[in-house]
């Protein structure tokens, strides 16, 4: 009977594009660590995790983040686009590299620790494809369980009977510690805006467009903890990681190849059109899951492993679930499009006027 829990594609219900969306979940902050890790470096507070999660602040940052810039493009139009004078200092290039350096290191710590949490929550028997497809989906285990009545996931094993362990969902093993930081680097990630501003350079749209769209879509997939927030910090991470070193390298004067510029940018474009096709994939998906189960100890003690079969009758489960985590999905995919665009036009632009100057 084992053999026939699957994972499938089909149409959604329509309930999940319900508008306005469900209420987020309750806000529940990490765990606090036991002991110092390189996986879990600092407690989240819970007063400044509250905050952070606040409507107000996402919402107002993003607003005044726009005026900030267009008033300081127009005094630096006024001033003729000319550096200020604190660019000219030693401490400026410092801060600059370690601005850059920072990111970069961040960036690679949360895309590590993404992986490392994706691997430890998949299941010890890999060719359980039902069993994959929750641990990617059941984003919220004790709240999901709740709701529909379901058992702690099952491995397969031949014969019908499977091995009964304890599993975290990918949300309770590291991936809300994480998600957390990756939000909250993005009021960070808005110092790049600043350092172009004090070298006297006009902030484009692109800039301002992809920094305050990424804190508010950020902070919506953190509230409705959406399962393809997984797709999207680890592609994130893992190009910001590679952008930031590049970035450390220029600001010492460094020559780096003009292709790996080109590289980067490519790389950025084909980050949101994946990223976009495989979260909207998770749409589509639906797994089954045993239910009933009974236990049946055996004989077998070689072991020491505690085994039961299963009962006949299964459950199909969508990966997604709940009207908040599609509205997630919808307003990152409209960020995304313009944001898209946006970039294929700046690519166009810079590339092919680097390609003129060198025809010159």
Not at 5 to 12: E, F, M
């Amino acid at each position: 009977m084992s053999s026939a829990l699957s994972v499938h594609l089909g149409l959604p219900e329509a309930r999940i594009f319900g508008f306005p969306p469900e209420p987020h979940p309750p806000l529940i902050r990490p765990a606090s660590r036991m002991r110092f890790s390189w996986d879990r470096p600092v407690d989240i507070p819970s007063t400044i995790y509250s905050f952070s999660l606040d409507a107000r602040l996402p919402i107002l940052t993003a607003c005044f983040y726009i005026t900030f810039v267009y008033v300081l493009n127009h005094f630096n139009k006024r001033r003729q686009y000319r550096p200020w004078p604190i660019t000219r200092t030693a401490s400026f290039t410092y801060f600059a590299f370690a601005h850059n350096l920072l990111l970069s290191l961040f960036s690679a710590w949360i895309f590590l620790g993404v992986c490392r949490t994706v691997i430890s929550s998949l299941p010890p028997q890999p060719s359980a494809p039902y069993h994959v497809a929750e641990a990617f989906c059941r984003f919220d285990l004790s709240e999901y369980s709740k709701s529909h009545n379901t058992l702690l996931p099952l491995t397969v094993h031949d014969g019908g009977f499977s091995r009964a362990y304890q599993v975290k969902s990918l949300w309770e093993s590291g991936m809300d510690y994480y998600t957390w930081m990756f939000y909250i680097s993005k009021y960070y990630e808005i110092m790049d805006t600043l350092l172009l501003l004090v070298k006297g350079k006009k902030v484009s749209f692109l800039q301002m467009y992809h920094h305050a769209g990424a804190i508010i879509c950020t902070w919506v997939g953190f509230l409705y903890r959406t399962p393809q927030g997984v797709v999207g910090v680890s592609l994130n991470t893992g190009i910001h990681t590679l952008m930031y070193l590049y970035y450390s390298l220029t600001t010492l004067k460094i020559k780096v190849p003009a292709f790996i510029k080109r590289t980067l940018t490519r790389l950025q474009i084909a980050q949101f059109i994946l990223g976009a096709l495989a979260s909207w994939l998770y749409i589509f998906i639906s797994y089954d899951s045993p239910i009933d189960a009974s236990l049946v100890p055996t004989e077998d003690k070689s072991d020491n492993q505690t085994h039961i079969k299963r009962g006949g009758e299964s459950n199909a489960i969508p990966c997604m679930n709940n009207s908040g985590q599609v509205f997630a999905l919808m307003l990152t995919t409209l960020y995304l499009i313009p944001l898209t665009q946006l970039f294929l036009r700046f690519f166009g632009r810079t590339y092919k006027l680097e390609t003129k100057k060198k025809a010159i």
